[in-house]
């Protein structure tokens, strides 16, 4: 009889510990960075935690985190970056070497460093070059004789293979901002705001033909300097006409330019680079348009930018490769604020299904503002004349997620009542999720049956490395 009672008295013990829904301390990494105003932003700001976890109360449980493994959003991501301009890569070469180098470690290694992976650059110049120009300034010159990107070896290209040397798996995309002016119907790459029904590609063949090998000549020129880019998107945010350099250009017009006369010229050229359509907004549901086009599923992807997650979610549903291609611009305030609003950004993005999130200036100069007078948010601020770095607080974020979402990792769904993600690994599964109080407050995180729960450090995006039980 004392067998049985024994027996049933730890068959009850074993009912309350599950119900109870305890589970047995252990301790987890958490990576993270600080978001909090009095923040002194520093070129290595990720801080790492061993954290020991709790026993699960449901009354002081502030925030629950749902992972659902088995439901992949994204089978193959290719990271985190930012985009390279003209501005920015003058000012890095008005740096010291040391400074230089340390930057260059801070931004692309993956070890010490931020490791962006998959970053952008303009092909000529965008908003943030030192002022309009192409590679073909020489009018009708449809054989490209005069072509050159010699401006480009003193700023943009020394960056670039600065970025290389500290990551040489770095993956890289191009897309003109507008073809040279002579190619336009107003004449000019710029002031498009000013004429805008002639802001538009001369819709000839003999100019179709023309721009293709411009661009095919660029893919190679890039090479011989040791920069290979691996895609071409082929016309920055197509449905608008701006005072810095624009082309407005349907989805028709992309699609015909695309398989008809560049990827020809590409295979010519023996240029292996990805011909993508894109960078779209979603205003003119211009990426909807474009993939409802025969033929279009063709194309290498879609590339999105300022674009509402139910059009992006319809393009992956139809089975295409989504890039996100630049993340918003700001007006060079480079506060905390927009800083804390950055991750829920990248996470709005990547669990839509985007398979990145490019951040848009690496860096800018100490006046962060454009040719065209517009100024706008950084990753870094340069001062040209000091020769000295200053870290932005948008930096904080970008750091931690390059950092922690790496090429070939996969996201997978997640539930929260809050911005959140969730990254598979070889590792396990990496919960990133952001505390905007000032106090810690407790997470419980949920893996099937696997369940934790833990402090998250106050005002700080936190990435919760989560190794999942071998059954799950």
């Known amino acids: ?21 305890c589970s047995t301390e252990s301790t987890v990494q958490v990576h993270y960075v600080s978001v909090a105003d009095t923040t002194v932003v520093t070129p290595n700001p990720i801080r790492h935690q061993t954290v ?40 890095f070469m008005r740096l010291p070497q040391a400074e230089r180098d340390e930057l260059a470690t801070a931004l692309f290694n993956a070890e010490k460093g931020s490791g962006f992976s998959l970053c952008r650059t303009a092909i000529g110049s965008s908003d943030f070059g030192l002022g309009a120009y192409s590679y073909s300034e020489v009018p009708e010159d449809y054989e490209m004789k005069h072509f050159s990107i010699d401006r480009d070896k003193k700023s943009v290209i020394p960056f670039m ?44 063949p003999e100019i179709y033909k023309a721009y293709a090998l411009y661009l095919a000549k660029y893919f190679a020129a890039y090479a011989d300097e040791g920069v290979k880019i691996q895609r071409l998107v082929v016309q920055n945010e197509p449905d608008i006409d701006t005072k810095y350099p624009s082309c407005n250009m349907s989805p028709e017009q992309m699609l015909e330019l695309s398989f008809d006369y560049i990827q020809p010229a590409f295979d010519e050229a ?45 393009v992956v549903a139809n089975d295409y490769k989504v890039m996100h291609t630049e993340g918003i611009c700001h007006r060079a305030r480079n506060n ?35 040719g065209w007078d517009w100024p706008q948010n950084s990753l870094v601020r340069i001062d040209r004349n000091a020769g000295k770095v200053i870290y932005n607080p948008d930096f904080l ?28 690994n ?16 407790t997470a419980e995180i949920n893996v099937g049956e696997q369940k934790i729960a833990l402090d998250l450090p106050a005002m700080a995006l936190c990435a919760v490395e989560v190794v999942q039980d071998k059954e799950q």
């Open 161 to 204: 293979q600065a970025a290389l040397k500290h990551n040489p798996n770095m993956k890289f995309f191009a897309s003109p901002w507008s073809p040279p002016g002579w190619m336009k119907k107003s004449g000019i790459m710029d002031a498009g705001d000013q004429d805008k029904p002639n802001n538009t590609l001369i819709p000839t």
């Open 336 to 370: 905390f604020k927009e800083a804390r609003s950055r991750f829920p950004e990248v996470a709005g993005y990547m669990n839509a299904g985007t398979e990145n999130f490019c951040y848009w200036n690496i860096a800018l100069n100490e006046e962060s503002k454009s």
């Open 270 to 314: 023996g240029v292996e680079a990805e011909i993508w359509a894109g960078t779209f907004r979603g205003h003119r549901k211009d990426a909807i348009s474009f993939i409802a086009l025969p033929g279009a599923d063709n194309i290498g992807g879609i590339g999105v930018q300022y674009t509402p997650a139910e059009q992006i979610v319809e």
């Open 426 to 441: 070889d590792k396990g599964i990496t919960v990133f999720v952001q505390n905007e109080k000032s106090t810690p407050i």
């Open 52 to 91: 020991t976890t709790k026993s699960i109360q449901t009354n002081d449980t502030t925030l629950e985190i749902t992972v659902h493994a088995d439901q992949v959003i994204c089978e193959n991501l290719t990271g985190i970056g930012g985009a390279f301009n003209e501005q920015g890569g003058e000012a």
């Open 1 to 21: 009889m004392r067998k049985v009672t024994g027996l049933i008295q730890i068959i009850a013990l074993a009912l309350v510990i599950a119900l109870s829904g």
């Open 397 to 424: 974020p970008m750091a931690l997620l390059g950092r922690y979402i790496r090429p070939g990792n996969k996201t997978l769904k997640v539930d929260c009542e809050q911005a959140a993600m969730a990254i598979k």
